[in-house]
């Protein structure tokens, strides 16, 4: 499985971003995407994940702010940030997971986001 991450950059807070994760590979074997943040100094944390059935997940911090989806036919997942605040400011990653006895992790580069106050 690859994991090309997209559409990072500067916004003010307030404003909105949508990041874009293409998959390629072996897509049936993913179980779901999701995506992660660090900030500088602090550990990976989960944003928002989306599984292969369409079930979501976010973070407490982001919720009623950021929607996970997916697009099938593309084979892509998007994460829309609104409502964007600077404590929102992070490298994004996109991350797939195939469950095959046990959990098998794919990541894709990360993409800045940040925010200005």
């Known amino acids: 499985v690859q994991l090309q991450a997209s559409g990072g950059g500067l916004v003010q807070a307030g404003g909105s971003l949508r990041l874009s994760c293409a998959a390629s590979?072996?897509?049936?074997?993913?179980?779901?995407m999701a995506w992660y943040r660090q900030a500088p100094g602090k550990q990976r944390e989960l944003v928002a994940r989306i599984t292969s059935g369409g079930s979501t997940n976010y973070a407490d911090s982001v919720k009623g702010r950021f929607t996970i989806s997916r697009d099938n036919a593309k084979n892509t997942v998007y994460l829309q940030m609104n409502s964007l605040k600077p404590e929102d400011t992070a490298v994004y990653y996109c991350?797939?997971?195939?469950?095959?006895?046990?959990?098998?992790?794919?990541w894709g580069q990360g993409t800045q986001v940040t925010v200005s106050s």
């Open positions: 991350n797939a997971w195939v469950v095959n006895f046990k959990v098998y992790d794919y």
């Open positions: 590979g072996s897509l049936f074997s993913i179980s779901g």
